[in-house]
DNA sequence: GATTTAATGTGAAACAATTCACAAAATATG
DNA sequence: CATATTTTGTGAATTGTTTCACATTAAATC
């Protein structure tokens, strides 16, 4: 959004104007902004240009994270032919999957079996792997995967995987995402939080 | 994970059981059956048979809910083949696109173009629509779909869409979950939760 | 059948997040 | 240059969520 507003010739923003942007309140992106010491001015807001560079290094998007992708069905190829990662910071600098025929998919990446792990976490010292695996597969893959170095897990399989507590694990449900707004629209209420 | 279960012959499951599948602590699963006036056995733990009908009943899962999917690009085609969602009562009765050679894609599902979904929508009386279509276009389609009765949204697009206040939408971002982790694996802490 | 054990169910306490309210600063206006 | 206006920055109040602690129940054991 930032960005967008910088490369429309933006230089000031309000508060208020990222809020209605992004769906927050102008009182949690003041707060935000404050505890990570981005100042604004009394008056003239904040300076697109500033806000762009601190956020840059606080996210860490100067230098690019390279990832790795393991399983290559139907949403695995739609996340390797996904724009926005590379926009956003992310590069997927290799694609895994057991079946060695999903190399013949549409992809600009090579599809490496899974006996390259090793070499190519190492070659690229990757910490992070996105993991859309079938359950079956899910929880066997991402021990390996720690087993080679990898720290953060996003998870889009549906089971809960079992690793030490230095790994982070974001489990990410679509089946979760899209049931929610069913509930929601059905009873017009906030429901339970607890999808088994 | 207690359909699992139920098949596997399990016909008791204890509230840490359930926790420790899931990933929420014994209270969080106690304390919202108990909201929901989902009852166990002082010591024989929830029935899974019980548990199982009571939960149908609670989400609606025992009738499917029709939805529709806009947008067949990588994302789209992949949430089209994504086989979880007819298991959790989710199906696409249409999906749609601007572009007519989608239709070529390797889906089974016929692809429409946008003058239909006013016909389908009504036709299949369907309240939740899928978004899955680039940025540009996205708060031009959200527009349509809630003119035709679409009072749901799930919204894989990186826009805020604005909507009246009796429409519901859930924002998915896949990058945002993605640098979610590669944020925690890098500082080991907690980072803001604002992306803009 | 008395006693121990293992679980639920739920108030109360602790903690976290959000909203409110307003002083401080900077610009704009007369 | 005095006054009004706009917006930040942040304590304080509110609201929401998670954890704790324990009474209650039912089964298991002795």
Redesign the interface.
Known sequence: ??VRLNAMGVTTVFSHT?A?????TPE??RK??S??KIRGHRRGGYSTEKLLSD?ES???RDRM?N?ILVGMG??G???A??Q??QQ???NIVATFDIDPYKQKSRTEYQVYSMDRLQEIVERFSV??A?VAVPDISAQDVCSQLIDMGI????NFS?V?LKVPEFV?????S??D??????????SLKK??????
Do not use: C, H
């Open positions: 959004m930032v990222l209605e942007g992004s769906g927050f949690q992106v935000d902004f505890e990570y956020m606080l996210f860490k994270s990832v139907n949403l190829q739609a996340l032919r996904y926005q990662l956003r910071g992310i910490l992070v996105i720290r953060g897990i996003v549906p809960m982070v694990v974001n489990n990410v679509l089946s995402e899209i049931e929610s707004v069913i509930w929601f629209v059905r429901g339970p939080t607890l999808y088994l």
